[in-house]
């Protein structure tokens, strides 16, 4: 894809969605953290439904460990891997006394040095959490950079590079949540909805679709 052609694609997706963000629930970085953590390989409404009796009673380190591993489990045992997920999170929360106060810390390096943390966590929660413009590589984005010629590449950190070099600067900081609501609602895994598709002129695709399914199109942050 060209420059002027990604000027374009990012463009169009934000006169969509001007203020886009997470669909993961939080009220502060640690609980954003937590539930980064917990949505490997899980869907944003499966975390969403166990972190709303969760975080009423953890929302700091202290509290998640008060807790325990039976306490935690019990309610992150409808997610997936949870039994290792409630590990790492209780790991996480003792590092972050020991190290950063109680307090997430706004590093790359300290963020990937918590157990359970690797670099697509850690490029969410700088982020979501602290405004930096990274962009975190998923399934979602890493399909939609390939299928799209936006950013191709074979492994999440080349598609990752390749978008930190060629979007535009002032898209960069929403690129990662407009990329990814767009794989989840529109350029899907298996039937992606290109006749309703924003970016159907600007996609290199070439296998394009046509769906009679009406379009899903991603929330929009309450003004």
């Given amino acids: 894809m060209k420059p002027a052609a990604v000027r374009e694609t990012f463009e169009r997706l934000r006169r969509q969605n001007p203020a886009p963000t997470t669909e993961l629930h939080y009220g ?27 975080f009423p009673l953890a929302r700091t380190p202290q509290a998640m460990l008060a807790l325990g591993p039976a306490g935690l489990q019990r309610h992150i045992r409808t997610i997936g891997l ?4 409630a590990e790492n999170v209780l790991k996480t929360c003792r ?16 963020l990937e040095a ?47 590079q ?6 535009p600067e002032e898209y960069r900081r929403d690129a990662h949540h407009w990329l990814i609501l767009h794989g989840r609602y529109t350029c899907k895994a298996r039937q992606p909805d290109c006749d309703t598709c924003l970016l159907q ?20 942050r309450p003004a």
């Fill in 162 to 167: 390749q978008l930190l070099e060629r979007v």
């Fill in 82 to 85: 949870w039994r290792t997920k």
């Fill in 114 to 160: 918590l157990p359970g943390v690797g670099r697509k966590t850690a490029n969410v929660v700088l982020n979501t959490a602290f405004g930096e413009p990274t962009i975190a590589v998923d399934t979602h984005i890493f399909r939609v950079g390939n299928r799209t010629g936006l950013a191709p590449g074979r492994t999440p950190l080349a598609v990752e």
């Fill in 28 to 54: 502060t970085p640690f609980e954003l953290l937590v539930a980064v953590m917990l949505s490997a390989q899980a869907t944003d409404v499966s975390v969403n439904k166990a972190t709303a009796t969760l």
């Fill in 95 to 110: 590092l972050l006394l020991e190290r950063h106060d109680g307090e997430v810390p706004r590093s790359r390096a300290a």
């Fill in 201 to 220: 002129d600007l996609c290199a695709y070439r296998k394009k679709t046509t769906s009679a399914a009406p379009r899903r199109t991603p929330p929009r």
